[in-house]
Nanobody, 126 residues
Framework: QVQLVEFGGGLVQTGGSLTLSCVVSGGTFSSYIMGWFRRAPGKEREFVARISQSGGTISYADFVKGRFTISRDNAKNTVILQMDSLRPDDTAMYYC???????????????????WGQGTQVTVSS
C-alpha cells in the first residue's frame, strides 16, 4: 500500500515563500511519477506540477510557472514543491499524488492519479 504525507503548509504574506514536502512510503518511489494539486475553497481540484521518475521531465500549470519549482529526492522518498512569490489566490489545500501507469487521462487530470496525501493548507495573506 502506498501512503503519502505532506508537510510544510502554513500562513505566509504576499510575496513570501513556502516549501512543501511529500514523503512517500510503500513500493518503489523512484519508479513513481508524482504530481502536486491544489483545491481552493469552492473550486475544483487543479493541477499544479508534475515530475517524472528521474526528475528529468517536469511540467507546470501556467499560473505557477516561474514561481513554483517541483523536485524530488529519490533517496529520501520525497517530492518537494518550492513556492515563491506567493499570492493570495495561491491559498488552497495542497495535495501530492502518485500517477497511475497506463491510464488514458491527461497528465493534469486528477483522475490519472490513484494515491493521494491528506493535504497541507497554504494560506497567503494580502
Amino acid at each position: 500500500q502506498v501512503q503519502l504525507v505532506e508537510f510544510g503548509g502554513g500562513l505566509v504574506q504576499t510575496g513570501g515563500s513556502l516549501t512543501l514536502s511529500c514523503v512517500v512510503s510503500g513500493g518503489t518511489f523512484s519508479s513513481y511519477i508524482m504530481g502536486w494539486f491544489r483545491r481552493a475553497p469552492g473550486k475544483e481540484r487543479e493541477f499544479v506540477a508534475r515530475i517524472s521518475q528521474s526528475g528529468g521531465t517536469i511540467s507546470y500549470a501556467d499560473f505557477v510557472k516561474g514561481r513554483f519549482t517541483i523536485s524530488r529526492d529519490n533517496a529520501k522518498n520525497t517530492v518537494i514543491l518550492q513556492m515563491d512569490s506567493l499570492r493570495p489566490d495561491d491559498t488552497a489545500m495542497y495535495y501530492c499524488a502518485k500517477d497511475r501507469p497506463a491510464i488514458a487521462y491527461r497528465n493534469d487530470d486528477p483522475r490519472r492519479y490513484h494515491y493521494w496525501g491528506q493535504g497541507t493548507q497554504v494560506t497567503v495573506s494580502s
